[in-house]
């Protein structure tokens, strides 16, 4: 039967880019979602934006909520000083499979966990299960429909303090109008839009800021 799109991008990963090469995967899928098949990685555009905000921020803990094939996982695990932890849930387990390998490839895999099954069974058990008392940063690219709950949820579990920095992909297309109109008026937050384009295309999307002010 045929192939995935996430089967056939870890092919051109192990093809195209170096192990132990974060930078080469990077461009290897960019280049194959810009040349040959499309698919929803977060790309080079809003990925150098990612790239500015990860960092400026300098980050111990991250949490990634939407693995898919790991793309951003690379993208941000890369930037991570000797130390740090990406934790990434994914509950789709062939993504998951893929993402692992993807990260592998990578040499990345000492700093990243990823985690599979739903945000919100996994978002309430990160204190217990992996001793995280608050992250900061959080980087939103799952289902859309459920930034917002998630948000919410992880300011009730107390996993966000003053200063942790969330940032939500396509805040434009698809579009995430509930958790902008949230973000953008909630006095617990300011929030700043950063434009761009949906990933390998002309059509505007962007990246959404928010700092939680506690
Ligand atoms: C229980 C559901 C919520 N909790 C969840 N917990 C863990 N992982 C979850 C997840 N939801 C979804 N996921 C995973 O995240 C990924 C989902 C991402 C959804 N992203 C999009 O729909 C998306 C879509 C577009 C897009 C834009 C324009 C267009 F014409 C077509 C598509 C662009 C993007 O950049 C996108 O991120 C999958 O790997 C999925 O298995
Ligand atoms: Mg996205």
Not at 31 to 54: P, Q, T, Y
Not at 133 to 153: A, G, M, N, Q
Request: hydrophobic share 35%.
């Amino acid at each position: 039967t045929r192939s995935t799109r996430p089967q056939r991008l870890l092919k051109v990963v192990q093809k195209h880019a170096t192990r132990g090469d974060p930078q080469s995967v990077i461009s290897a899928i960019d280049h194959f979602c810009r040349h040959s098949e499309w698919a929803m990685n977060v790309g080079d555009e809003k990925g150098s934006i990612l790239d500015s905000v990860v960092s400026e921020l300098n980050p111990e803990k991250v949490l990634e909520l939407g693995t898919y094939c790991g793309y951003s996982t690379v993208r941000i695990a890369r930037l991570l000083p000797p130390g740090a932890r990406l934790i990434t849930l994914e509950f789709n387990a062939d993504y998951a499979a893929i993402a692992r390998q993807v990260i592998a490839w990578a040499g990345l895999e000492d700093k990243v966990q990823l985690v599979e099954g739903a945000s919100e069974d996994w978002i309430p058990r990160m204190k217990e299960h992996f001793g995280i008392e608050t992250f900061d940063f959080v980087f939103l690219d799952h289902w859309k429909d459920r930034y917002l709950p998630d948000t919410k949820l992880m300011e009730d579990c107390g996993l966000l303090r003053k200063g942790t920095v969330l940032l939500a992909d396509n805040v434009i297309c698809p579009g995430v109008p509930d958790y902008l109109e949230y973000v953008r008026n909630s006095l617990s937050y300011k929030s700043y839009y950063f434009k761009s384009h949906l990933e390998y295309t002309k059509a505007e999307d962007g990246l959404e800021k928010s700092v939680f002010l506690g």
